[in-house]
């Protein structure tokens, strides 16, 4: 009898913890492409043809299609891209399609929150439609498949295949624009704010504060008049000046920062001049 009773239980805790694992019907596929500057990010599920007739059957013509199986189809895009003339926000869309026999409609859809179509289609959640001409391929493709190909710094195609259609669109993407706004920012040299942040973390992390000091007078000197210097720029100054042993520098320039913090209202800054102040002169 205990023998039956721990077999009993055995198997009870085997039903309990064991996890069966099976291969998905429409597997998961992810893509991750940089196409010239932009980055481009496609998932979905990849159902096969399994001997059955795809399209004008499992797929019909002149029906929305979730394209492909199980959640939305989602392609996500860094920057702004261009389909022909039509701009499609960057951002992450649910990709849907509308096949014809002699055109296809490539649909991108904000909402991607669905387990294949949404149960109410809504044109105003369209954000781009794009019309094509479907290719006939030489070669079945047996499972349902989205590329991104002839990839060069301005354009790419995104591309759908399946059973012997091939559907692709091009679409361009902004790297010059991107490239030059870059150079010029480069050219330009840092910031006033990125010789701040600089010198603020070297300060916090006691690095080289010769350099953190250089760069806060960097950051000083690129305003516009002495009156337009932010009074927390000369906070950090005086405390550079203090920790590198300057005492009497640091409280000059504490006494400009108290000053400014005076005038803006501002009672912590106020109060963490004053303080320092004195703490310095003893």
Not at 125 to 132: I, P, T
Not at 184 to 204: H, I, M, R
Request: glycine letters at 6%; proline letters at 4%.
């Amino acid at each position: 009898m205990k023998k039956i009773f721990l077999a009993s239980l055995l198997a009870v805790g085997f039903t309990i913890t064991a996890q069966v694992k099976t291969p998905q019907a429409s597997p998961l596929s992810k893509i991750e492409q940089v196409v010239g500057l932009t980055s481009v990010e496609i998932n979905y599920s990849r159902p096969s043809a399994k001997g059955r007739t795809v399209y004008g059957d499992l797929v019909p013509y002149g029906k929305y299609w979730r394209t492909g199986a199980n959640e939305n189809t989602t392609v996500t895009f860094s920057e702004n891209v261009m389909f022909g003339k039509n701009e499609l926000k960057k951002g992450k869309y649910a990709l849907f399609t509308l096949p014809k026999a002699d055109s296809w409609d490539v649909i991108f859809y904000t909402d991607t929150n669905n387990w294949g179509l949404p149960q109410e289609w809504d044109d105003k959640k369209v954000a781009l439609r794009v019309n094509v001409k479907p290719e006939t391929l030489n070669k079945s493709v047996e499972s349902f498949t989205i590329s991104l190909n002839n990839l060069t710094n301005d354009s790419g195609a995104l591309e759908i295949s399946w059973e012997r259609t091939l559907v692709s669109v091009l679409f361009t993407v902004p790297t010059q624009e991107i490239a030059m706004n870059s150079i010029e920012k480069a050219l330009a040299g840092p910031t006033v704010s990125d010789y701040f942040s600089a010198a603020k973390y070297y300060y916090e992390s006691d690095k080289e504060l010769n350099k953190a000091l250089l760069w806060i007078n960097n950051a000083i000197s690129l305003t516009p008049s002495d009156k337009d210097v932010p009074f927390w720029y000369l906070r950090l100054k005086s405390l550079i000046q203090a920790k590198l042993g300057d005492k009497k520098g640091a409280i000059e320039t504490a006494k400009y920062s108290l000053e400014g913090a005076v005038k803006a209202g501002n009672k912590d800054y106020e109060k963490m001049n004053n303080d320092s102040i004195k703490e310095w002169s003893k």
